[in-house]
């Protein structure tokens, strides 16, 4: 028979309702198997009667012999014929018993991870908010993208491919998007793109953490903007990079200062085009220099191109790549801007002596991206509907952001300086009272408003106190709501 608190123990588990779903007997032989991992029952300990122990449940003998039925046949308890069921001699191997409840907790707060591992916990990731309120940064307007356009074109896909469209993919990504977006850099961005240079991947997340992992060790130096993303700081510093911040100014990064750092470094990370998160553009000598630095000392520019769709004055200067005879700059692009961040398609375009290495190396992350949305998107490329989206939207963010500009002068003055930017999906504003940036997130947090401090995005955190205001989401009239908001938040604090 089974001792008193193991017949709790199966009852108790009988009794949890995340365990409601499976039928009684399996419930039951669950229930012993744990008592055997566990070390509750040894091996050879008998088990009760299957009479006695459907009495003891409440249940019917049939169901504590499916039960039983089941143990034998994974090899938990043997059957002998007219002495019983007894704990199988193959689980003396079974593992330790589970640590005590006390003991659990403290292995829940640290548990044993690799230093790569601990590295990349620390960093925190990156979570983009699930359902954005203004003013969360670089978010797109999704409310009114063509979603009959891109079901017509995804149902046309399916009719020319077939089940084809279910298989595996190739993991450099399929042809035809490959060429599209070959061509659209070419022609838009001044790149010197080939399909078979690019490497279609989810994010420019992973192809930073690509870059980060495939091309250094840890310990390496890189250069990076001061302030810069987030996403690439956390991508190289949870690769144990030593990222060695570089100084702005209105041209941009400051090259100069790399060209004078003795110790050298073995990549430099830059968003030339519009700066994340001032908004300058590197100018065209400083652009040159590094090209130059990059060839001298077998370093790599890593090119992070993630919004110059959205330019509101002329057209963006040419991208880096375009300009390297030197093959020494990984260009990076992504769709979460231009179209949505839940496509989840971006792309690096690579110098050829690194398409085979990170191919395989993706391969080992997740195979490859999704056939179907590829196939969907090279469509919507090919016929013209990702200029026209990019066209309508930019003028959108373009009238979004002259309401803001407005909103913020009129009702936050005293608070703040709007930096208006030529481009982008977000705004920085620069604290000018008594606020300090930790107050003004806070309460607008509380205020139910999203800014993202300027100062986090510093290295050590020392930077000029203010915001960012992402402006590309959010209707005129939810933005005049949301900034008013903010001005009370603003003056409760200030008056408190
Ligand atoms: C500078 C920069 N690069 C890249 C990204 C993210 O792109 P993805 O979603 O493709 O990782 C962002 C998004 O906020 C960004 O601000």
Redo the contacts with the bound molecule.
């Keep these: 028979m089974f001792k008193h608190s193991q017949l709790e123990t199966v009852k108790a588990w009988l009794a949890q309702p995340a365990h409601a779903a499976l039928p009684l007997h399996a419930r039951i032989q669950r229930a012993i198997r744990q008592l055997i991992l566990d070390g509750a029952l040894g091996a050879g300990k008998p088990l009760p009667a299957s009479r006695a122990l459907a009495g003891s449940l409440g249940v019917s003998r049939d169901t504590v012999e499916a039960a039983y039925a089941q143990l034998h046949a994974e090899g938990f308890i043997e059957r002998r014929v007219g002495s019983g069921s007894f704990v199988s001699e193959m689980t003396e191997f079974s593992p330790p018993r589970r640590p005590a409840p006390r003991d659990r907790r403290v292995r829940k707060q640290a548990p044993a991870l690799s230093k790569r591992g601990e590295a990349m916990f620390r960093s925190g990731g990156?979570r983009?908010p699930l359902a954005p309120r203004p003013f969360a940064?670089?978010v797109p307007e999704t409310r009114t993208f063509p979603l009959h356009l891109w079901e017509r074109l995804e149902r046309q896909v399916l009719k020319e491919v077939g089940t084809g469209a279910l298989l595996h993919g190739d993991p450099q990504g399929t042809e035809p998007l490959r060429r599209a977006i070959a061509d659209y850099i070419n022609l838009e961005r001044g790149a010197r793109a080939t399909a078979d240079r690019v490497l279609v991947l989810t994010?420019?997340?992973?192809a930073l953490t690509l870059c980060a992992t495939m091309l250094f060790d840890p310990g390496d130096r890189i250069f990076i903007e001061d302030p810069a993303?987030y996403?690439?700081r956390r991508a190289f510093e949870a690769a144990a990079l030593d990222c060695v911040p570089v100084r702005l100014d209105r041209q941009g990064l400051m090259a100069e200062q790399i060209m004078a750092e003795p110790r050298g470094a073995r990549a430099v990370f830059l968003?030339p085009s519009h700066q994340?998160p001032t908004g300058a553009t590197l100018a065209l000598d400083r652009r040159l220099a590094l090209i130059e630095w990059a060839a001298r000392h077998e370093g790599w520019i890593i090119e992070?191109d993630?919004?110059s769709e959205f330019h509101y004055a002329g057209k963006p200067t040419a991208c880096v790549q375009g300009l390297d005879p030197h093959e020494r700059t990984i260009y990076?692009g992504?769709?979460?801007?231009s179209l949505f961040?839940g496509l989840r398609i971006?792309y690096a375009l690579l110098p050829p002596a690194l398409v085979q290495p990170m191919t395989v190396a993706r391969t080992l992350l997740d195979g490859h991206s999704a056939p179907l949305a590829q196939l969907t998107l090279a469509r919507f490329m090919e016929g013209g509907h990702f200029g026209a989206h990019v066209r309508t939207m930019r003028s959108v963010y373009a009238a979004r952001l002259e309401v803001l500009v407005g909103l913020v002068r009129a009702h936050l003055s005293g608070f703040v300086e709007p930096r208006v930017p030529i481009g982008g999906l977000q705004m920085p504003c620069v604290l000018t009272g008594n606020l300090s940036e930790h107050a003004a997130v806070e309460a607008a947090r509380r205020a139910g408003i999203e800014l993202l401090g300027l100062s986090s995005l510093h290295a050590g955190g020392h930077g000029k106190a203010g915001f960012l205001m992402g402006f590309a989401a959010y209707t005129p009239a939810e933005m005049d709501v949301a900034v008013r908001k903010l001005a009370q938040a603003f003056r409760t604090v200030v008056n408190s």
């Design positions: 990156v983009e940064p670089g994010s420019s997340q992973q993303y996403g690439a968003t994340f992070d993630y919004d990076i992504t769709f979460t801007k961040p971006g």
